[in-house]
Nanobody, 125 residues
Framework: QVVESGGALVQPGGSLMLSCTVS????????IGWFRQAPGKEREALSC???????????DSVKERFTISRDGSNSADKTVYLQMNSLKPEDSAVYLC?????????????????WGQGTQVTVSS
């Protein structure tokens, strides 16, 4: 099960931290990724983090503003965060979390097998 939380209405320039908790998987090697989908747009990969060495990847559109992290250092710790700073109205979307088997960092959504329902982020004054 993949559950996202933390979405909210925030003003432009503000910050928000999203959480993703993955349960029911007994994986030693995994990658958890964050994606977003705005109305009328394709789903966009944002960032991922792996269970081995905490390798991370970021999309160019967010790498200067968003930071991915995880709880603990054990592969059993599958809570991942997305810290979002300097938010813009174009960041408004449903933010989704997903898990992939394997510890090769990837933003290829085809590799992600289990998805959450998403959490809404709205950036507006």
């Amino acid at each position: 099960q993949v559950v996202e939380s933390g979405g909210a209405l925030v003003q432009p320039g503000g910050s928000l931290m999203l959480s993703c908790t993955v349960s029911g998987f007994t994986l030693d090697y995994w990658t958890i990724g964050w994606f977003r989908q705005a109305p009328g747009k394709e789903r966009e990969a944002l960032s991922c983090i792996t269970s081995i060495d905490d390798d991370t990847l970021y999309a160019d559109s967010v790498k200067e503003r968003f930071t991915i992290s995880r709880d603990g250092s054990n592969s059993a710790d599958k809570t991942v965060y997305l810290q979002m700073n300097s938010l813009k109205p174009e960041d408004s979307a449903v933010y989704l979390c997903a898990v992939a088997i394997g510890s090769d960092a990837t933003l290829d959504e085809r590799q992600f097998l289990s998805w959450g329902q998403g959490t809404q982020v709205t950036v507006s004054s």
